[in-house]
């Protein structure tokens, strides 16, 4: 009798340990699938990197690419290249990487699926600083060349004076949520009211400027990642692999953020803290990526929104991929903004738009079926 | 003794939700929580492990004052399920995980996981571990947020009307489980509760709240028909039905 129910006992033991391994197994079959998405982004981003490299108004063949590359390329094909199209290129990956994990962050933080790096007011901040510093300081004018009407002649100027209004506006809408303990209703509300206070700001200035600053103003609120050379990559590299590393490091927290603020609290997450630190990070990147290159909408918000949908909401998980998302969104507009009416570069910020919007529109129809 | 609280008062701008709570649980409470809505039991609740800092008094969680245990100790020795729950697009699996959060340094690990997993046995959803937490029912529901404050290895457990959503099926089972749970870990629990006579079958303390102040507490015996009927402005009788007590409203 007792043997039998020793074997019982047994068998039971096993058949527990056999239904752990095997759910064990299933966990890590979908934790897998997550990671494989992963991969597949980061091999389309290497595909239309490869692509984009190859494209553009000089007709160099793939073998003048590949020699410029690997060092061995004349003058006319490395200047192409190296100074031209691999900056743009990674500026693409770096600056959509950025914009778009800023933006999973802040409508994690915010608690608003609505959320996105200009959600605080930035891009309407630096636009007005932009203004201030064509118009007022004279930093644009008009040049007639073959290729741009307009040249702004003191970027630096624009972009410093861009990046400060960005900056003070996020100091404003940090300060005051401090005083409501950073809710979220409080920030978003500030926001909101900051960035029409500067765009008020902008629409004054313009009132009293000349049409050729106007058409410099415009010219530099379109965003193009053509404005930036290695220096300013390697300032936007840095940035976001800082953040990124810090976001990664919050994963869990934001996690237990999504199950409610109280929640959060129960499990150990200090919320203000994590909060103002989301805020400020996301918005570092997202003034650092407007001054550079002006506005570039949509990313932020859809990157995580088509990810959100495919991955479902664990930080773990979604921090990368919309990581990855953006780079590849961006970097495929910047690609098509340049090729579809060659030699005419098209504004990246339209084209995103333009087709990160009606694949966003599907995703939101078809529903969560698969996450 | 492993919780208990002294002079404890909270005071909303507008108006004192508590005022001057005193009560002591030891390892094997399963303490109910009574009084009308806007009583204070919530308010009570969040109290206890600081989600909202009390005005006046002290709680000691194990002989250490609550307002100096960080939030990361704090969420170590007390897991809180609250009165709604978010709807989030995770599985079941990473919701109970996330109460492995206060230990977690990077990366889970596989003790983490082990832990998890045996939160997830203990409210018999096994089988759920990789459905998704928006496609359950209320019940089941519940039952996740209470295995995830179950992750957090407690000594204490508060849950805030853990079943006043459910059907009656899922209101006896998961109060089952929170009994089962406190006798067998030997955990305490504050439970705040509407339905009294499933708190007087499975609690064995009770805290009767009016207007935020205490109006009776103790075993069984502070639960007679005056008592809830004074906290309750309703009167009832409380009759014995094959050795269940049963309050019935008159």
Redesign the interface.
């Known amino acids: 009798m007792a043997v039998k129910i020793k074997r019982m006992e047994n068998l039971k033991r096993q058949r527990k340990v056999a239904r752990n391994t095997d759910e064990s197994g299933l966990y890590q079959q979908y934790t897998g699938r997550k990671k494989m998405v992963l991969v597949v982004l980061a091999l389309l981003i290497v595909l239309v990197s490869a692509a984009a490299v190859n494209a553009g108004s000089m007709n160099l063949n793939l073998y003048q690419v590949v020699q410029s590359i690997l060092g061995n390329g004349n003058n006319l094909s490395d200047i192409v290249i190296w100074r031209i199209r691999l900056p743009r290129i990674l500026a693409a990956i770096i600056a959509g990487a950025g914009l778009s994990v800023a933006g999973c962050v802040m409508q994690n933080n915010l608690r608003n699926p609505l959320a996105s790096p200009s959600t605080l007011g930035i891009s309407n901040a630096a636009a007005f600083g932009a203004n201030l510093a064509i118009i007022v300081f004279g930093a644009g004018t008009v040049r007639s060349t073959s290729t741009d009407a307009v040249i702004i002649n003191n970027p630096y100027l624009v972009t410093v004076s861009a990046f400060v209004c960005s900056m003070m506006a996020t100091a404003a809408v940090l300060f005051l949520a401090r005083i409501r303990s950073f809710s979220p209703e409080a920030m978003v509300l500030a926001g909101v009211a900051l960035s029409s206070l500067f765009s008020a700001g902008t629409i004054l200035i313009q009132y009293f400027a000349q049409d050729f600053q106007i058409a410099a103003v415009v010219f530099w609120t379109f965003g193009d990642l053509g404005r930036v050379a290695w220096k300013e990559v390697a300032i936007l590299t840095c940035l976001i692999v800082f953040s990124f590393i810090y976001f990664l490091h919050r994963r869990w927290d934001y996690n237990a953020l999504d199950s409610g603020e109280e929640t959060a609290k129960s499990l150990g997450v200090n919320v203000e803290r994590v909060r103002q630190g989301g805020m400020l990070v996301s918005s570092l990147i997202a003034a650092v990526a407007v001054s550079f290159l002006g506005i570039i909408g949509f990313i932020g918000l859809v990157g995580p929104q088509i990810m959100r949908r495919i991955i479902g909401g664990d930080h773990r998980y979604l921090i990368p991929a919309s990581a990855l998302m953006g780079s590849l969104l961006l970097l495929f507009s910047d690609t098509l903004a340049r090729t579809m009416a060659a030699p005419v570069v098209l504004p990246v910020g339209a084209i995103t738009s333009f087709f990160g919007a009606p694949l966003f529109l599907y995703l939101l129809v078809r529903g969560n079926q698969k996450r | 003794m492993i919780l208990s609280a002294k002079g404890l008062s909270f005071i909303y701008p507008s108006r004192s939700v508590l005022r001057n709570i005193n009560f002591t649980i030891s390892r094997g409470d399963f303490l109910a929580v009574l009084g009308i809505n806007g009583a204070g039991k919530s308010t009570l609740l969040?109290c206890i492990?600081r989600?909202l800092k009390p005005c006046a008094g002290t709680v000691l969680i194990q002989n250490d004052q609550a307002g100096k245990l960080?939030?990361?100790?704090?969420?170590?020795r007390?897991?809180?399920v609250?009165q709604?729950?978010?709807s989030?697009?995770?599985?079941v699996?990473?919701?109970v995980l996330?109460?492995r959060?206060?230990y977690?340094k990077?990366e889970a690990s596989p003790k983490d996981?082990e832990i998890a997993?045996k939160a997830l046995e203990m409210l018999e959803l096994?089988e759920y571990?990789?459905r998704?937490l928006d496609e359950l029912s209320g019940g089941e529901q519940q039952k996740v947020?209470i295995a995830r404050?179950l992750a957090?290895e407690p000594d204490i457990l508060?849950l805030d009307e853990p079943t006043s959503s459910l059907d009656l099926k899922n209101q006896l089972e998961v109060a089952r489980i929170i009994k089962r749970v406190v006798t067998t870990q030997q955990i305490g629990a504050v439970v705040s509760m509407h339905d009294l006579n499933l708190s007087i079958r499975f609690a064995n303390k009770f805290l009767l709240l009016k207007d935020g102040e205490i109006f009776a507490a103790g075993g069984l015996e502070v639960m007679t028909p005056k008592n809830i009927e004074s906290v309750y402005s309703v009167p009832v009788i409380i009759q014995n039905i094959e050795n269940v007590p049963v309050v019935i409203p008159m």
Not at chain 2, 70 to 76: P, T, V
Not at chain 2, 88 to 91: E, K, M, N, Y
């Open positions: 969040k492990n989600i960080s939030r990361r100790e704090m969420a170590k007390v897991g809180y609250a709604r729950q978010e989030i697009s995770t599985t699996f990473d919701a996330l109460g959060k206060p977690i990077w996981l997993h096994e571990a990789l998704y947020v404050a957090q508060l």
